[in-house]
């Protein structure tokens, strides 16, 4: 036989077995990630007797993006604009720290919600805890609903600063009753097909919490992606959440972790290095056009301190420099006080951020 007529002989065992392997990789692949629908029903944890919020009442809440219980003095892998800042996770000293001053803030602000972003819940990275459960039962049943959503779930993600299972989610919780919570999903990030999943699915988390005597109040928060410049990304998640919001009926509330800046003038302020994650012209700009917010284009263009909500583990930043959580409200609702807590040493490497509404 010719050695050529032989290698045409192979050549198709060779396809087949090139496509049993790609089939195989696509399994695990699909096997080790996550895959919520567009809308979905969140978990939720409340008491069938736990009372309703009621007509006329000021509801206080309170937003916070908590960075998995990390606590200050780290300088993680994705802190530095080059990707290779020397830390991959917090010892159990420091979220054990943490975890105690997460819950003295929300003992000493006495929100009735309580919106938490970046919750760790069996992540190798914090030991597998669930972290919503931690602080809900330090909090000695002041808040007995909870809800929750996870935006970044894989049994394994083969990242070489990670190589383990993560669970990252949205949790909110209720002093008063919770009806139902959904969760929404983001526009992904753009990316190779395996890049992205494993990568975050953004989503918003939002529960609707009975009121007696009038319409539910909804409460909604996010952390939405960061990193995204050469594609859409922000544009479309902003385009989502505008979308969602046109159509939940008010009054109803928004807040969590947008990582945008809210105008010009903020991101004029930072300094060069800093601007390379945001664009000039902001994408959050819809929001803040169609909706009242906290901080608003004024406050944040006055450049004073106490509107700023985030502190930057780089060491290169070194100070709190920039607006990226905000609070977004339905029309007419009225506020009676807002502000962002600035702890001093941090917690977070974010602020909380408090706002309270009259119900109608």
Known sequence: MRPQLRRIRWLPRLVLSLLAVGLALTGLVYALTDHPKPVQAADVTCPADTPPLKAGQDVKLLSWNVQYLAGRGYVFFYDTLAGDGPD??????????????????????????????????????????????????????????????????????????????????????????????????????????????????????????????????????????????????????????????????????????????GTRAAYDRLRERERAYFNPDTELTPLMDNYESFPSRAQIDSGEPEFITHYANDPAVGRPDRTIDYFFYSAGLPRTAERVRQDDPKISDHYAMLTTVRLP
Not at 228 to 240: E, I, L, P, R, Y
């Open 88 to 261: 991959t996770r917090p010892t159990p000293e420091s979220i054990a720290r943490t975890l105690d001053e997460v819950v003295d803030v929300i003992r000493a602000e006495n929100a009735d919600v309580v919106m938490l972003q970046e919750v760790d819940r069996d992540s190798k990275r914090t030991d597998y805890a669930d972290q919503l459960q931690l602080i809900q039962a330090r909090l000695g049943g002041a808040y007995p609903c909870t809800a929750t959503a996870y935006y970044h779930r894989a049994a394994f993600v083969p990242h070489p600063k990670i190589m383990g299972k993560v669970g990252l989610s949205l949790s909110t919780l209720s002093k008063t009753s919770i009806a139902a919570a959904t969760r929404y999903q983001l526009p992904r990030i753009c990316g190779d097909p395996v890049t992205v999943a494993f990568n975050f699915k953004r989503a918003v988390l939002g529960v609707t919490l009975p009121v007696q005597g009038s319409r539910p109040l909804t409460a909604l928060h996010t952390h939405m992606d960061a990193f995204a410049q050469g594609c859409t990304t922000m544009q479309n998640q902003v385009a989502a959440v505008q979308e969602l919001l046109d159509t939940t009926p008010a009054p109803w509330v928004m807040g969590g972790d947008f990582n945008l800046l």
